[in-house]
């Protein structure tokens, strides 16, 4: 994990490290420092035994018996252990996948769009309405609003953004995401702007930012053919169940005023053209004229028209010129005037036209679900000539889960090599790592029975769980392999024995684990919920694995020990 690249790679470094150097250090204590407070504390105690040794007597006792029954009938053991393997691979195509989980750190974006053209004033009263609706919510503490600061830039007067910051968690019953579903429809009625209201992301991808979290680009050489395509396929996902707030920076109609000079007129009557555009844009720019300093600030003094002159186009029939001759000359006796539709903005990704759709997520859908039906949505509809590429977001999604799954093959393959070494055998660390099926399923199944997601967190827990699991084996396969030199013992009794011997810390190093990550799956905390699926993957994973393999690790250890001693007479 250290090694990762990306933006995953990134995000886990600093959790890479601590996890290296604690381990590095409490290796370096147990050789050491534990031997020699081990020498000064312990003492021989004779006497009575412990009030829990009854107890575990009982359970070590129960163990051995059913290990006696396990070890006749191995087949069937064996049996199950392809059974866990196929049923892990089961899950993994079946648990929902996801990337980053939202979280709640008390503040929700709302975005507003109106239709292209939308003046300043209105907006600003769209903004109003929404903060007058937002404002009776509860848990609002306080909110801020920007006019003219949405996705397609600061020119876009047509996009507003709200930022509502709650109450701390502690101090109010509901969710952000709960008080965003509430939110989402009181904000749905009115027809004159369309609001998509979101949790912030955890962090931000990608330097262009949609109406929602995670979006999709589209591009062409074909500007018009991309124009096109993109209006229909926005609908096309739209219509898929799985996302909503389906929107995208296409903005191509907003209404137009175009002026062509005369410049015959122009010329005969002494006003040549910059001298009109300069007028203009006096009149409706404004224009910065001069700078009123005062004694603790400075004032910009800016010329343009009566703001009521501006709303209108016939407004312009109003505009004249003084020539160089002194004489004032109509606007409309040198310009005439045309209305039509141009591009507000004109977006390029890589120096191609592009049209990004953005999305959100319906409730209690996966990232992986939404991506998989949109690109299957593009395969059926799309032209070969237009190329499809998710951005921000979703497509460090996309590339997370090659990469987390190269990380885990890595790791596995670093914990073979490693044990290998150790053990001088290329069987034995087969043998140890026997159990990761069955943690991946039970990490699998409980992350699918409480409605979590394989994300980024619940990967790491995986990771872990490649470190927390085989412990079990190592510890019953160290003794097997004692006993088999020393002592000239089958298999079968050497693994029995081992496992008797190392149930006790067997049981005390997975119970600390598993009380140790309960808080995590409970999601206590702020922010609990973006950490929940790491707890819920260790926790599920250690009590499956536990049970499975007690009695798989032994079975398999015969098996792998009859192969060594096959090899070593061959």
Not at 62 to 71: E, H, M, P
Not at 232 to 243: D, E, G, T
Not at 392 to 398: I, L, N, R, Y
Request: charge should be positive.
């Amino acid at each position: 994990m250290l090694f990762l690249g990306g933006i995953l790679g990134r995000l886990f470094r600093e959790f890479a490290v601590t996890i290296t150097t604690a381990v590095l250090l409490s290796g370096l204590v147990s050789v050491t420092l534990t031997p020699v407070l081990c020498s000064r504390i312990l003492r021989r105690r004779d006497g009575a035994a412990h009030r829990p040794e009854p107890v575990f007597a009982v359970v070590r006792n129960g163990y051995a018996r059913s290990l006696r029954v396990a070890l006749r009938h191995r087949g069937a053991v064996l049996v199950l252990f392809f059974a866990v393997l196929a049923a892990t691979a089961a899950m993994f195509r079946l648990v929902p996948k996801g990337f980053i989980p939202e979280q709640d750190d008390d503040s929700i974006n709302i975005l507003l769009r109106a239709p292209q053209g939308t003046a300043f004033e209105e907006m600003a009263a769209n903004v109003q309405t929404v903060g007058n609706i937002v404002r009776r919510n509860p848990n609002l503490q306080r909110a801020v609003a920007f006019v003219g600061n949405g996705p397609g830039g600061a020119g876009a007067m047509n996009t507003a953004r709200v930022v509502l910051r709650m109450k701390p968690r502690a101090d109010r019953v509901n969710t952000a995401q709960e008080i965003v579903q509430q939110t989402r429809p009181l904000l749905a009625r009115f027809p004159g702007f369309r609001t998509f209201v979101t949790l912030p992301p955890a962090f931000q991808i990608g330097g262009r930012q949609g109406d929602n979290s995670y979006s999709v680009t589209l591009q062409s050489p074909d500007t018009g053919e991309l124009y096109a395509w993109a209006d229909r396929f926005q609908k096309s996902v739209a219509a898929l169940p799985s996302v909503q707030d389906v929107s995208s920076d296409l903005e191509i109609k907003s209404p137009r005023v175009r002026l062509v000079i005369d410049r015959d007129k122009a010329a005969a009557l002494a006003l040549d053209p910059t001298r009109i555009s300069t007028a203009l844009y006096g009149g409706f720019g404004p224009r910065w004229s001069s700078t009123i300093y005062g004694d603790v600030a400075q004032y910009r003094v800016l010329l343009e028209l009566d703001p009521r002159y501006q709303e209108h186009v016939s407004a312009l029939r109003s505009v004249s010129f003084k020539s160089t001759q002194g004489v004032m000359v109509p606007l409309e006796s040198v310009v005439s005037t045309r209305e039509d539709l141009s591009p507000q903005t004109v977006n390029h990704s890589g120096q191609l036209p592009a049209v990004a759709i953005s999305f959100g997520l319906r409730p209690g859908v996966a990232l992986g679900d939404a991506v998989d039906a949109i690109r299957r949505e593009a395969a059926a509809r799309l032209p070969p000539t237009m190329t499809l590429r998710f951005e921000g977001t979703a497509k460090a999604f996309e590339e997370s889960i090659r990469n987390l799954g190269l990380l885990l093959f890595v790791a596995i393959g670093v914990v073979y090599i490693v044990l290998g070494m150790l053990y001088e055998s290329f069987v034995h660390p087969l043998t140890i790592l026997s159990g990761l099926p069955s943690a991946g399923l039970g990490a699998l199944a409980t992350l699918w029975l409480f409605g979590n997601e394989l994300n980024a967190y619940s990967f790491v827990g995986l990771i872990m769980l490649v470190g927390i699991v085989k412990k079990n084996a190592i510890m019953q396969i160290d003794v097997a392999l004692d006993e088999q030199r020393r002592n000239r013992r089958s298999p079968a009794d050497a693994i029995y024995e081992g496992c008797i011997v190392r149930f006790r810390p067997i049981m005390m190093t997975t119970m600390a684990a598993l009380l140790g990550a309960a808080p995590i799956a409970l999601g206590w905390g702020a922010g609990g919920e973006a950490r929940k699926p790491l707890g819920l993957a260790v926790v599920g994973g250690l009590l499956v694995s536990q049970l499975i393999t007690l009695y798989l690790t032994p079975i398999v250890y015969t098996y792998t020990a009859s192969l060594s001693a096959i090899r070593r007479q061959s």
